[in-house]
């Protein structure tokens, strides 16, 4: 800012031996007003463009993190798969099947190639984008025929093609971003009740798996190791289940007696 200023004097005078900074004299205001002016101006441009920023990262977030909530009806898994099959979209079929099936994060899952499966055991080793750590993943018998159908729909390809290719040419997969407005667009031409994104296919996998094994009593623990999470709070609330669990303990708390009784004895 300093160059600017000096721009506002009209006269350059002869500095004092002891002195810095050159001296100035005759002081422009109208010119010096007119600066302070426009510095404020691109202040507060940069401001709105930050925040600008903000609501399009936020935006764009919404939809692929925690805001979303997992599909806890296995009949709504159906239909949102069969929404895209009517549209003839088999790679945004088959992705969200196999997403429900494995619980991978969208940032994984948009990486997986068609390598990375091999029959007979369908598993594959995973290095995770957020962790770095780690996973292997099996398929279930649901995934495995998604993963033949998908690679039936694929024109050409190698152990490197990526499974879920995008709209790009070349060998490009879909990123998590356009998927979760995808799954945004089936929830809203669905008119669903609850909030769909990629992360709802790892909260529905977590959830199902909890739901059908909940007589196992490592299942939370298996399930909280999966996600990686710090403790079992955090993975009951992930899957949308704490609340819930909560609120049963108060209509599960019974003292052995009704109001019936307390007034029976009054007599």
């Not at 940069?46 to 599909?71: C, F, H, L, Q, Y």
């Amino acid at each position: 800012m300093s160059s600017n200023v000096v721009r506002l004097y009209d006269e350059v005078v002869t500095p004092h031996p002891s002195a810095k900074v050159p001296e100035f004299v005759g002081i422009d205001y109208d010119r010096l007003a007119e600066a302070i002016l426009v510095k404020q101006e691109e202040h507060k441009k940069e401001r709105r463009a930050a925040r600008a920023a903000a609501g399009a990262e936020k935006r764009k977030k919404i939809g692929s993190n925690g805001t979303v909530d997992p599909i806890r009806d296995k009949k709504g898994i159906v239909r949102i798969a069969q929404y895209f099959a009517d549209r003839g979209q088999p790679r945004n079929e088959l992705m969200f099947l196999i997403g429900c099936s494995v619980g991978l994060r969208g940032s994984d899952l948009s990486r997986l190639r068609v390598g990375d499966f091999k029959p007979p055991a369908y598993q594959a080793r995973i290095k995770e984008q957020k962790t770095g750590k780690i996973r292997v993943i099996t398929l279930n018998p649901v995934a495995i025929d998604a993963y033949h159908a998908l690679l039936a729909s694929l024109p050409d390809y190698s152990d490197d093609t990526y499974l879920f290719q995008s709209q790009r040419t070349g060998n490009c997969s879909i990123d998590r971003h356009s998927f979760a407005h995808i799954l945004r667009q089936a929830q809203h031409d669905l008119g669903l009740p609850y909030r769909l994104g990629t992360h709802s296919m790892r909260k529905t996998f977590a959830y199902h798996v909890f739901m059908d094994n909940q007589q196992t009593p490592e299942v939370l623990a298996y399930l909280q190791k999966l996600l990686n999470h710090r403790d079992s709070v955090t993975t009951l609330r992930y899957i949308g289940l704490e609340q819930k669990r909560e609120q049963q303990l108060y209509k599960d708390l019974d003292f052995g007696f009704s109001l019936d009784d307390i007034h029976t004895e009054e007599e």
